[in-house]
């Protein structure tokens, strides 16, 4: 069970990465072409996003049914990209005329905390 765990956590670490790095560039490349501005887009940041979540829950079932002790910045890396989903959502209405940048940076940095917790973890 929990090799079995810990696989899926590691392989959704780059699901995770890869998915929120891709939205990111296509978002940020949205807000200079309106060809790429399709209903698809928000699909895949959704998609994307819910990867964190997704991951976050089995990181803490990893940790709670094995009882392991995880470098804290891993710890920390993944719960402030959680907390990042949140807050960019709850700013979506104030940004809308912005929402392309909001998403595609917002896509970016969350690829970047992935690899950093990736690599604090090593």
Known sequence: ???????LHQGLAWVMVVGN??????????HRVTALR?????WFTAL???????Q???????????DI?????????????FAVVGI???YRPSLWLHRY????????????MGIRAMLVSV
């Open 21 to 30: 790095g891709l939205v990111g560039v296509w978002a940020l490349a949205a």
């Open 101 to 112: 940048v909001l998403y595609g940076c917002t896509g970016i940095f969350l690829m970047g």
């Open 38 to 42: 399709r209903g698809a887009l928000w």
């Open 88 to 90: 960019v959502y709850s």
């Open 56 to 66: 976050v829950t089995v990181g803490v079932g990893l940790v709670v049914s094995q």
């Open 69 to 81: 002790d995880p470098p804290q910045f891993h710890l920390f890396y993944g719960f402030v990209a």
């Open 1 to 7: 069970m929990f090799a079995s765990l810990q696989n």
């Open 48 to 54: 994307a996003q819910a990867t964190i979540v997704l």
